[in-house]
Structures are given as C-alpha cells and as structure tokens.
C-alpha cells in the first residue's frame, strides 16, 4: 500500500531538507540524517529516500539498503493507535497469529502497514514480557491479555465509536464558537 503524505508530513519533510543542508555531505552521515529524519517523521517515506540520496550523490537503492538493514527504521506512518500482537512462543502457541490475521482482515492492511486515514497500525512483535497473559495484544498504551481472534472487531471499533464521540465534541465545541 502506498503512502499519501499528508501536509504536516510536506511541511516537516520542507523544513528537514533545509536541516539536511547544514549537515556535512559524506556518505558517513547517512545513519545519524536517517535518524534525524526517523525522529521528526516517524517515518521514510521514498520521498525522504530520494532527498537523502540526492544530497549525499549516492543511489537512491543505497540509502534503502541501509535504512532496511536496520529495524529502528520505519517505511509506514505509525498509526494513532498503534496495535502491536505478540507472536513470542507463549502468544503464538495460543493462537497469536490467527489474531494477527484477524486485525489485519478487519483493516485491510498487512504487518508493518498503517491505514489511510492513519487511525491504525499493526506491527507484529516479540514477547512483550507478560506470557501468563497470554495471548498479548497492545493497542495504544493498553495491554489485552487472554485476547482472541473474536475480540478484536470489538476492539477496532471501540476505538472508531470513541474517535467519532471525540470528533462530534470538537465539531460541537467549534460551532458553539461561532
Ligand atoms: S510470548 Fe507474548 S507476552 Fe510473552
């Protein structure tokens, strides 16, 4: 799935080539840029790739061939509710991944994918530290423990009930203003 940048993204993306500038233009640099940009973004998306390879002369490939050989680099927004499954071995073996497939069936995106309207992410991940509660989910700051793949539609949709009340407040508040 492709990656729409959004105007706050074109507006930090503008002002990270102006900070690009000021850093010196050797391929050494690369790691500590793609970090800078990683800590405003959140992301690198191929724009920021193209920008980085452009102003270090070096091929495009290049720079995508270091940020994937290193997992604290993201090519997906991160979702406003982030959902991490635990796939360890306690999680797993309890069905972890049917829940995986699950949330990602009720999204339409795989592991590793933000949705468009950037409400969800999922990521799949290693034990979380708390196998007696297992299967783990974690949404946002919230562990679900003793999860199941039948829980997690309600899930997604508390979040959507919630995020409609929050918009209807602001709507509200907003008109009141007015
Ligand atoms: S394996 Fe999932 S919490 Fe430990």
Redesign the pocket.
């Known amino acids: 799935m492709d990656v729409i940048l959004t105007s706050e993204d074109k507006v930090i993306i503008e002002k990270l080539g102006s900070r690009l500038t000021q850093c010196e233009k050797v391929k050494t640099n690369l790691i500590p840029i793609l970090q800078m940009i990683q800590e405003e973004l959140k992301y690198l998306p191929p724009e920021v790739i193209k920008m980085v390879a452009k102003y270090l002369e070096i091929p495009g490939s290049e720079v995508y061939g270091v940020a994937t050989f290193y997992n604290q680099f993201k090519f997906n927004p991160p979702g406003k509710n982030p959902i991490k499954v635990?796939l360890?071995?306690?999680?797993h073996v309890r069905a972890?991944d049917i829940i995986l497939e699950n949330f990602e069936r009720k999204l339409g995106i795989s592991e590793g994918q933000t949705t468009e309207d950037r409400e969800f992410s999922i990521e799949r991940v290693a034990?979380?530290?708390?196998?007696a509660?297992?299967?783990?989910a974690i949404m946002g700051d919230t562990v679900h423990g003793h999860m199941a793949p039948s829980k997690v539609e309600g899930l997604i949709l508390r979040v959507q009930v919630e995020h409609e009340k929050a918009e209807r407040e602001r709507q509200k508040i907003e008109s009141d203003r007015q």
Do not use: E, F, I, N
């Open positions: 635990c360890g071995t306690a999680c972890g034990c979380v530290g708390c196998c509660l297992a299967p783990v």
